[in-house]
């Protein structure tokens, strides 16, 4: 059986959308959305003695895999959990234990080696960084992806002067395809409004 729950906590059948209250072993507040990937504004230090304040707001990619009828027959899910974004995504459990650690990351992004990433798209920005100390019992490296824009505003009563959005993070190999960027000059040129070039 696969269960839905939508954005305002209500945990249903999928199929029949009967409304049912969550099995015992599932939180649900740990789910849709988990609290330590709620929105907020982290602040960096710069070189000169100002602080950027940067909104960082999280895809629930990063704790969800993509839902395949074929690749993911409805009998190989039991238990399973849909969320609902754009498209159907299944709660991944080993996606949702990594990003326990997203929080740290991005906190600590001027000590990370940051990348540029190919643009499939001339105005895309994306960017990704891993954490060599977060391995999937592979080897493989925790990844995460995101953007940052240059947008004001304010935030649980904190001005920002930036928002970022983490739109995935993953276990993957340990090949990074991107430009290397310093993350600090990465929030003093998006702040200024300079273009980030990719030079492969």
């Known amino acids: 059986m696969i269960y839905n729950i939508d954005a305002s906590g209500r945990f ?6 009967q409304e049912i209250s969550p099995p015992s072993e599932i939180q649900v507040e740990d789910i849709y959305p988990p609290q330590h990937l709620t929105q907020h504004v982290v602040s960096y230090n710069m070189p000169k ?14 704790y969800t895999h993509g839902y395949d009828e074929v690749k993911y027959p409805e009998e190989s899910l039991d238990n399973s959990i849909v969320i609902n974004d754009s498209r159907m995504r299944i709660f991944d459990k080993e996606r949702y234990d990594a990003s326990l650690n997203i929080p740290r990351i991005i906190s600590n992004l001027q ?21 060599s ?33 983490v739109e995935s993070a993953y276990f993957s190999g340990n090949q990074i395809n991107g430009m290397e960027y310093n993350f600090t000059s ?12 990719y030079k492969p």
């Open 12 to 17: 249903y059948f999928l199929k029949t959308g």
């Open 49 to 62: 003695g100002d602080v950027v304040k940067v909104k960082v707001t999280y895809s629930c990619h990063c």
């Open 111 to 131: 000590r990370y080696k940051v990348y540029i990433t190919k643009p499939k798209l001339r105005l895309d920005r994306n960017y990704t960084t891993f954490d």
């Open 133 to 165: 100390c977060v391995k999937s019992p592979n080897g493989d490296h925790y990844r995460l992806f995101f953007t940052l824009k240059r947008n004001k505003g304010r935030f649980d009563g904190v001005r920002f002067n930036l928002e970022m959005y």
């Open 186 to 197: 990465l929030l003093n040129n998006t702040l200024l409004g300079k273009e980030v070039t």
